[in-house]
């Protein structure tokens, strides 16, 4: 493992590292394995937006294009042969880690198409599919937290699937995800399942919410000094909803047959804005139990010059609720800053999954 100082205090404070990203490229080339022996990295996410980027802008995938095209595969079955292949490449190699953690790392994510974000039935369905295709036990199978998909959430982890629950912006949301976590884990254990090989993260997004935030607050006279204090503030909260419910009775009859807590994921953790540190979201978002998916570049960045001091999460719940009520005396609509959110992420996946549609649709044609 790296002897890097930095990456080894983030670890040693509980914090798993995971990789925001993933390609054919990062696999055969030994990249992937790589990171995994010298970043410290134990898990890998992946969503459309980066696979559009992968298979759009790399020869990797030809060879594979044209075997299907020769098949007669369509665009959607050849999108979903590549990306359950990269991830299912991906988990073997995570293999190690995956045994050596007990289950909780090692963990390689696969979204559900995001145009289903507002169908419980399909998600469900194509959450089953995916938990099949990639036959790993270390995959996680994301769903995004749409109101739609908490019930899709219960189903699928009551057949036994690991969940990645992505696109949580609001606390309130953050809590339907976790009351959804345990009863699915739940109605899991009333199905049969061993529940301690039943794995879950929550995916709290970080930079999106200062973002949106501070483009408000430079409309507002003395917005200025909340600029940037609402993303940092919002995962605070999130972190102390997290030890409320996970320390519950209704959590504690759970884990007595086995499970494991559903933790945390700091999520779209690069920064935004040039004008805060690129190691911002890592620094001050160090908690035990908690993971953290960085692309390359804030990974490098915090290996090179994150300023990693403990735990700086844990009792600072007053402190960032009083930035919610500051930015609420100010006129910010919290609700609807969440609500847009939502709305931008999934349109924004849905995006790029057309985008890989049309690309992958172009390439089965020169293909013929």
Do not use: C
Not at 104 to 118: K, Q
Not at 224 to 232: D, M, S
Not at 265 to 286: I, N
């Amino acid at each position: 493992m790296t002897t890097n100082p930095n990456l080894t205090a983030l670890s040693e404070a509980g914090v798993s590292i995971w990789l925001d990203d993933l390609s054919r490229q990062r696999i055969d080339s030994g990249n992937l394995a790589e990171l995994i022996s010298d970043y410290a990295v134990v898990g890998v996410t992946s969503n459309p937006t980066i696979f559009a980027k992968a298979i759009s802008n790399a020869a990797d995938y030809d060879a594979k294009v044209r075997e299907l095209a020769a098949r007669g595969a369509s665009v959607d079955d050849t999108v979903r042969e590549l990306t359950t292949a990269d991830v299912r490449d991906a988990a073997d190699i995570f293999r190690n880690v995956h045994e050596a953690t007990g289950g909780l790392d090692g963990r390689v994510s696969l979204e559900v198409d995001p145009r289903l974000a507002h169908d419980t039935e399909r998600t469900v369905a194509e959450a089953l599919d995916l938990w099949k295709a990639v036959d790993r036990p270390n995959l996680m199978v994301k769903i995004p937290a749409t109101v739609e998909g908490l019930p899709a959430i219960t189903r699928a982890l009551a057949e036994g699937v690991s969940v990645n629950v992505t696109l949580i912006f609001s606390v309130q949301r953050y809590r339907d995800v976790m009351d959804a976590y345990l009863a699915g884990l739940e109605q899991a254990k009333a199905n049969g399942h061993d529940i301690s090989s039943i794995a879950s993260v929550a995916s709290f997004f970080v930079s999106r919410v200062d973002t949106e935030i501070d483009k408000r607050l430079e409309k507002i006279d003395g917005g200025e000094q909340l600029r940037g204090k609402a993303a940092i503030a919002n995962a605070r909260l999130a972190y102390a909803a997290y030890q409320e419910v996970f320390s519950s009775d209704r959590w504690k009859a759970l884990a007595a047959a086995g499970a494991k807590p559903q933790r945390p994921l700091w999520a779209s953790t690069g920064v935004k804005d040039p004008a805060y540190s690129d190691t911002r979201y890592v620094d001050e978002l160090v908690a035990p139990n908690t993971v953290n998916t960085m692309p390359e570049a804030t990974l490098f960045a915090t290996a090179d010059h994150a300023d990693v001091r403990g735990d700086r999460v844990s009792g600072t719940a007053a402190e960032a609720q009083q930035v919610f009520d500051d930015l609420a005396g100010l006129g910010i609509d919290l609700d609807d800053v969440f609500a847009v959110l939502e709305r931008e992420g999934v349109e924004k996946f849905e995006k790029s999954w057309e985008e890989l549609l049309d690309t992958v649709g172009q390439q089965l044609g020169q293909a013929e």
